[in-house]
């Protein structure tokens, strides 16, 4: 059975930097093929996608955010994180782990679809 | 930035059909971006519907349907039923590892 949850600062200061944690079972994150990627809702709007972190430890940012994000793993955790620096109140957001359903053939992993998520930490950013 | 397109707002009547799209900014959605398609309902993390354009995730009833309509991504539910009104997002694949999310359609069975 897959599970993930978020866990982390419910409440970070502007400036600062916030660090989530992701702590999964069910998967392993140094098995071929296997992804997570983390996304944010904002109260009332849209999702967006943030980062994504590969068995191999290959990473993918966000184009838009890639400056303020980093992703690692602790592969003998099962433990993705996620820190985001200079953190401001339009940061406020619920922020979701979901694992990529893993679709590797002939050597290739293809893009599918985020099948399972975490219950999502929400996130204030205020002083 | 590449801007993945949604309607904002759709609505249908109980037992009706409709279709979601999910376009780019620029350029056509193929096969080669991978749509996917999620369900949320408020408070709840979204649940896949579609993956691959037109793959079901188990669970997903057969009145969901993706596809490739000219242009663009679709969802398609046929028989809409009052359980369906959510807000529903598409997904992108633009490669190099990077994915980005519609701004969202919020369905209305009514």
């Known amino acids: 059975q897959v599970t993930l949850k978020e866990s982390g600062p419910a409440l970070v200061k502007p400036t600062q930097t916030l660090t989530l944690t992701c702590t999964f079972s069910?998967?392993?994150?140094?098995?071929?093929?296997?992804?997570v990627s983390w996304i944010r809702q904002p109260p009332g709007k849209a999702l967006e996608w943030l980062a994504r972190?590969?068995?191999?430890?290959?990473?993918f940012y966000s184009t838009a955010l890639s400056t303020r994000l980093t992703v690692s793993k602790d592969t003998s955790k099962n433990q993705v994180v996620l820190t985001m620096t200079s953190m401001d109140p339009v940061d406020a957001a619920t922020y979701y782990c979901a694992r990529i359903r893993p679709d590797c053939r002939g050597g290739s992993c293809y893009a599918t679809d985020f099948d399972y998520w975490g219950q999502g930490i929400l996130v204030t950013v205020s002083s | 930035q590449t801007v993945v397109t949604q309607e904002p707002s759709f609505s249908v009547s109980p037992g009706g059909t409709v279709t979601l799209t999910c376009g780019l900014s620029?350029?056509?959605?193929?096969?080669?971006?991978?749509p996917s398609w999620y369900q949320q309902t408020p408070g709840q993390a979204p649940r896949t519907l579609i993956y691959s354009t037109n793959t079901r995730s188990s669970g997903v009833p057969d009145r969901f349907s993706g596809s490739i309509l000219g242009n663009k991504a679709a969802l398609t539910i046929t028989g809409a039923q009052t359980d369906d009104e959510s807000d529903y997002y598409c997904v992108l694949y633009m490669g190099s590892g990077i994915s980005v999310f519609g701004g969202g359609t919020k369905l209305t069975v009514l």
């Open positions: 069910g998967f392993s994150l140094s098995t071929s093929g296997m992804r």
């Open positions: 972190i590969d068995w191999d430890d290959d990473k």
């Open positions: 620029s350029g056509s959605v193929s096969t080669t971006y991978y």
